[in-house]
C-alpha cells in the first residue's frame, strides 16, 4: 500500500503542475505533465489492486 499512496502523491503533483503551467500558456511541457500524471495514477491503481490482492490471500 506504501508505493501505490507514493504513486498517488507524485501522480496529484504532476496533476497540480501541469495545470498551473497550461494556465499561464505554457502548453507543450504542461499538457506532457498532465498526460504523464494520468499514467502514473493508472500504475498507482493498478498497483493499488494488486497489494490489495495480495494481503486478502
Do not use: C, D, P, W
Not at 507514493?6 to 502548453?27: D, H, K, W
Not at 499538457?31 to 494488486?50: D, N, P, Q, R, Y
Amino acid at each position: 500500500m506504501k508505493r501505490s499512496k507514493g504513486l498517488l502523491i507524485v501522480g496529484l503533483l504532476m496533476i497540480s503542475i501541469g495545470t498551473s503551467l497550461v494556465a499561464i500558456q505554457n502548453f507543450g511541457i504542461g499538457l506532457f505533465l498532465l498526460i504523464s500524471a494520468v499514467v502514473v495514477l493508472l500504475f498507482a491503481l493498478v498497483i493499488g489492486a494488486k497489494e490489495k490482492r495480495a494481503s486478502k490471500n
